[in-house]
């Protein structure tokens, strides 16, 4: 233990109560400026998230987990709370990501199970939830242009605005067009858990009220793992036939123009990835991130064929001896 915040989550812990001879160890830490600890006593494991009041504020992570709670999702239980000094203690997760557990075998079982959460989480009530509305929108695709072509590769990105700002209004005119329902914004296979209830579910607190298929395309084009697309496509066509069941069906376009939604909100998700992992890498000193960007743009590649600024932009950077 050696940073002050350390220091004071040792004694928060105590005055607590805590079985004497607990220890610490680090969980994990992601992409944030939250860390999180793991507390073991002879008894049982909790997590201590450890989030600065001046960088990251508990209060939605605590509100929203509840909802999910309330809804009958699998959010961390909430033992204790220090929200002026940025503390939780939580319910410990264990230790079997999605990203470990997935294999061509377990995977329709698990993304069965996300799934079945997935609809729940798109009937949640959305008062109070920040819009992911058009400005919002220009502000992610800004960090591609900002940060990927700016900052990790030293191009002037106004050289690209001839591509940037045609395919900006399609994926955002996509976004807007769909059913605006609630978003956990980053449901993919590292914010899952393997536990009972399955799935449990981590990094909510960022949600907004959005567009219908942005969970669907975290989940199932994940940044961390890539599945077949006739694989992927069999598990969206599941979801889109599961959603003719519920209040949303009046507003489902047919198949075809759904899997469009899906595959344009992917490529803003992944454009955004893009630009996230080089400012992580060059804000925050986190390049480990950088190893993600090749499959970002093996899906970007994916659809070049199917959106025309897209493919301009690609062949552009190719231009430039940029391999994606």
Known sequence: MSDNRKIAITEWITALGSEPGYRL?????????????????????RIVMDAPPDKESCVPFVAIGRQLRTAGLHSPEIFAEDLERGFLLLEDFGLRPY?????????????????AALRIIGSLPTDGLPRFDRQMMQTELALFRDWYLGRELNLTPAEADFCLQPL????????????????????????LMVCEPNPGILDFQDAVLGPLTYDLVSLLKDCYVCWPRERVEGWVADYFDQLQQTA??????????????????GVQRHMKAIGIFARLNHRDGKPGYLADIPRCFEYLAEQADRCGPLAELLDWLNKQGVRQ
């Open 99 to 115: 990203l470990d557990e997935l294999t061509s075998e377990s995977a329709d079982g698990l993304y069965g199970d996300a799934l």
């Open 168 to 191: 900006a209004e399609i994926l955002i005119d996509n976004a807007l067009a769909q059913p605006q329902v609630w978003v956990h914004r980053d449901y993919h296979s590292r914010n």
């Open 25 to 45: 160890e680090i969980a994990s830490a992601d992409a944030s400026f939250r860390r999180y600890f793991r507390l073991i006593t002879d008894h049982d494991t």
């Open 248 to 265: 949303l069906a009046p507003q489902l376009p047919d198949f075809d123009r759904f899997l469009t939604w899906f595959d344009l909100m």
